[in-house]
């Protein structure tokens, strides 16, 4: 009974899969002049290509996976969101073609990663960009000017009121109200609080004495809440309460912390995100290819937001066929492209990359070939 | 011809027999099966946590240590749960069997039965946007004019996401369990027995307490045993509902943790060694159900022979 079920399936897949061959040899033309924008590689590919990772770019993802697709009417994107690390994992593993991650490879991901991949390993390409904004619930108080000292002495419970003279010397002209802080944090592991903490532990080194990590330190005061949406809507009905989160994710219920930079303040912004990420070194000792890219947390560039979550597509650098190249290529210059990028802002509210970065990260992907 | 029509009767009689023999030696040989594989399953995938050099084990100091805090922080809410509701699901239940007039007594099953068909998720919502807030101002108040009782130590959570929060959240999840299964206890509770009691001049609470309540003791520490599986393993409500920390004695503020919230807030991120953490942290969570199990069997075992039933 279960056996002819599976066969019945597999016939019914079959045939699908036929139908949209037939259908992709058939618009090879139009769909070629009509993805001039978003697959600049040209003709259309076929077949599917399969990814597994972080679950903070499911959003964009998924807005990759429908505009790909419909400019290549063949070709089929399986993105299961289980994790940056499980990401990595399956890929080194070679149980997917991409991953998904929060953060590169590390080294010795890379050297396991040549078993499957060939001699030159894999790949990081960085192809999404997401700022983490300090938001608080502060009544009457939409912006607050901090420096990364007194952010981390908030979190860590050591500035406990509002009206604290630290708070109140930046920001002179706000009413701040004789208030208990509530720090709020999340309690699942994440990618946004690596980054939270990985800022920290760079721009304000003699507070934050915790390795940067995806799980808050448990013996810090405060509070929790599951999810992006959880912390949001924990300090959304808190009074004096303040979290980090996805930018995207915070109501204008909430006010914005402006992080000091230099001698000046930067709010918040896409662009600034991106000036930030731009900032960044590529970390030095890996392939010409890979765009691994080490944040300068403590950045004085003007207008830039340190903030930001980056997040990798891991490639291998060689593929056994040629199928697989032309349609890991496809993707990922679709991603790197003005649309996709574009499609992901809309979807997830995302920073696009710059116009140089992308260009660097569409060289890395053009690099993917068959392995020799 | 009629002697072929009874033998194939008498066939077909005894292939009834046998299938369904058979098919009842499947169900309960599978149960069996089924719960030796998890316990396999549990048992291998830890296995690489305790061989683990302590310093890599989360909190850096083995996993014994790690998993004190959240095992006793699973005990505190489930015990909370089943304070609060135990006593009120007996209430309920001998409300609609003994008190209650028939026609309400159907209504109010009804209603409690349905209390158990809510998704665990929808109790964490409620619990974490609207019971929490609400139970701001009562913390507050029990911090200071009790925080000398160390359970109720300020300063009060500022959100009011705290265990006693998670635990009130459990023992209405728990309520229909205890609730209707008692219920059913009560309502064959022997009508003889009943009635010779209130001839004798007792009064309804008197009846209950002599005539009911010793005949379904049994029954009632299966509900709760049965409630308290629940309030053990559920993961959802606690992981939206409990601003989790580390173990505390205070119930209103935030801390503590349970094990299937910890296993469902990370086991989405978790690889490597930190994912066998968390099967191990299944596997305490596993053996810690199934002593609880036995000691009730044990319990009613004991009482058996005291129960009306005989």
Known sequence: ?372 | MSTTKLARRAGTGRTGDKVFSGAALGAGALIVAVLFAVALFLVVQALPTFSAPAADITGGEGFFTYIFPIVIGTLIAATIALLIATPIGIAVALFISHYAPRKLARGLGYVVDLLAAIPSVVYGAWGASFLASQLKVPYQWLAENMGWIPLFAGPASSTGKTILTAGIVLAVMVLPIIASLTREIFLQAPMLHQEAALALGATRWEMIRMAVLPFARGGIISAVMLGLGRALGETMAVALVLSSGPLIASLIRSGNQTIAAEIALDFPEAFGLRMHELIAAGLVLFLITLAVNMVARWIINRHKEFSGAN
């Open chain 1, 1 to 372: 009974m279960k056996a002819l079920h599976i066969g019945r399936v597999a016939a019914v897949l079959t045939v699908g899969a036929l139908a949209l061959t037939a259908c992709g040899t058939d618009n090879v033309v139009e769909t070629g002049n009509g993805a001039t924008t978003g697959a600049s590689a040209g003709p259309t590919v076929t077949g599917t290509l399969t990814g597994t990772g972080a679950s903070s770019i499911s959003a964009a993802m998924d807005a990759w996976k429908a505009g790909f697709e419909s400019a290549n009417s063949g070709a089929k994107v399986q993105y299961s969101p289980e994790g940056s690390g499980a990401g990595r994992k399956a890929l080194i593993a070679g149980a997917v073609q991409f991953a998904g991650s929060d953060a590169y490879l590390k080294d010795e991901e890379l050297v396991s990663a040549q078993e499957k991949c060939g001699p030159d390993g894999a790949i990081n390409v960085p192809w999404y960009i997401s700022p983490i904004t300090v938001a608080f619930n502060v009544e009457g108080v939409k912006a607050l000017k901090l420096d990364a000292d007194t952010i981390a002495k908030i979190f860590r419970g050591d500035i406990k009121n509002w009206n604290d003279a630290a708070i109140k010397a930046a920001n002179p002209d706000a009413t701040l109200p004789d208030l208990a802080i509530t720090p709020v944090h999340r309690s699942d592991n994440s990618g946004t609080t690596e980054n939270f903490t990985d800022y920290l532990a760079a721009a304000a080194k003699t507070v934050w004495t915790d390795a940067k990590s995806g799980d808050w330190p448990t013996a810090l005061p405060g509070e929790n809440a599951k999810g992006t949406s959880g912390v949001v809507k924990t300090t959304t009905e808190t009074a004096g309460a303040i979290t980090y989160a996805d930018d995207s994710a915070v109501t204008d219920a909430l006010g914005k912390v402006e992080l000091k930079v230099g001698d000046t303040f930067v709010p918040v912004t896409a662009e600034a995100a991106a000036i930030a990420v731009d900032a960044a070194t590529v970390v030095e000792g890996r392939s010409a290819n890979d765009l691994s890219l080490k944040l300068d947390r403590t950045t004085t560039v003007a207008g830039a937001y340190p903030a930001v979550l980056v997040s990798y597509g891991v490639f291998c650098a060689h593929y056994p066929d040629a199928a697989t190249v032309d349609l890991v290529k496809s993707f990922g210059t679709f991603v790197l492209s003005d649309e996709g990028q574009k499609q992901a802002a809309d979807a997830a509210k995302s920073a696009p990359l710059s116009a140089a970065l992308a260009t660097k990260a569409k060289a890395s992907v053009d690099s993917i070939s068959v392995a020799k």
